[in-house]
């Protein structure tokens, strides 16, 4: 069984359109995330939800907007889409506010390219 | 705020050699410090995680860390590579309430 699993895996889209990224986990955890990994493959925090409420929110443009239908669910809206967006999107979840004592566990990636 | 460093960009060894590869992180108070494996076009899995007592710990595969103090380090280490340990390594530091600030990753090629 997968634990957390993204939706698409490739995603290949034109300058300016809008797309989405869904993720789902089926651990139960109450707390989810999107990391972007950079061409360097440098993994940065972008969002975080606990119970379905935005609780880490880093400087992300105002064109990226995350949904949390429910605890398992956290999706990732991209609106006007840019070349410097392309990147691998990787989503994880965690039983509590991670950072401490709390495992994070990793979907396998969806990676965007933006021509 | 807290920062990693992962100085090696990239490591060759030969399978059965060792490795140790290189943390350094920067926070104020204790930190949680945790290490990860990405397998090519894969998701990252833990290796293994401290967040207090032995300062040597154990994880996964083999692998072991050591954390020490007084150099702010948290190295990675494993007597003998395995050709499947070829991968992207990343460290790792937490604080409570926040996510993960991970450092710029060390590619790990394991040579016949």
């Known amino acids: 069984d997968t634990a957390v699993s993204q939706t698409p895996k490739y995603l290949v889209t034109q300058m300016g359109n809008d797309k989405s990224i869904k993720c789902e986990q089926n651990?139960?955890?109450?707390?989810m995330y999107w990391y972007k990994q950079d061409s360097k493959k440098f993994l940065k925090i972008m969002f975080s939800?606990?119970?379905?409420?935005?609780?880490i929110n880093e400087t992300v443009p105002n064109r990226f907007s995350p949904k949390s239908p429910d605890k398992a669910h956290l999706n990732l809206h991209i609106n006007s889409l840019e070349l410097g967006d392309s990147a691998v999107y990787f989503c994880?979840?965690?039983?509590?506010?991670?950072?401490?004592?709390?495992?994070?566990?990793f979907g396998p990636g969806t990676r965007l390219t933006v021509l | 705020a807290q920062s990693v460093t992962q100085p090696d960009i990239h490591i060759t060894v030969s399978e059965g050699a060792s490795l140790e590869l290189r943390c350094n992180y920067s926070?104020?108070?204790?930190?949680?410090l945790f290490w990860y494996v990405q397998s090519p076009g894969q998701g990252l899995q833990l290796l293994l995680k401290?967040?207090?007592?032995?300062?040597l710990v154990q994880g996964i595969k083999g692998f072991e860390a050591e954390f020490k103090r007084s150099q702010s380090s948290f190295n990675l280490r494993k007597p003998s590579v395995h050709w499947s340990d070829a991968a992207e390594y990343f460290c790792?530091?937490?604080?409570?309430?926040?996510?993960?600030?991970f450092g710029s990753g060390t590619r790990l090629q394991v040579q016949p």
């Open positions: 994880a979840s965690s039983q509590g506010l991670a950072g401490a004592y709390n495992e994070q566990f």
């Open positions: 651990l139960g955890h109450d707390t």
């Open positions: 939800y606990n119970n379905k409420e935005l609780i």
């Open positions: 926070y104020g108070a204790t930190p949680y």
């Open positions: 401290y967040f207090s007592g032995d300062t």
């Open positions: 790792a530091v937490g604080e409570s309430g926040r996510a993960l600030t």
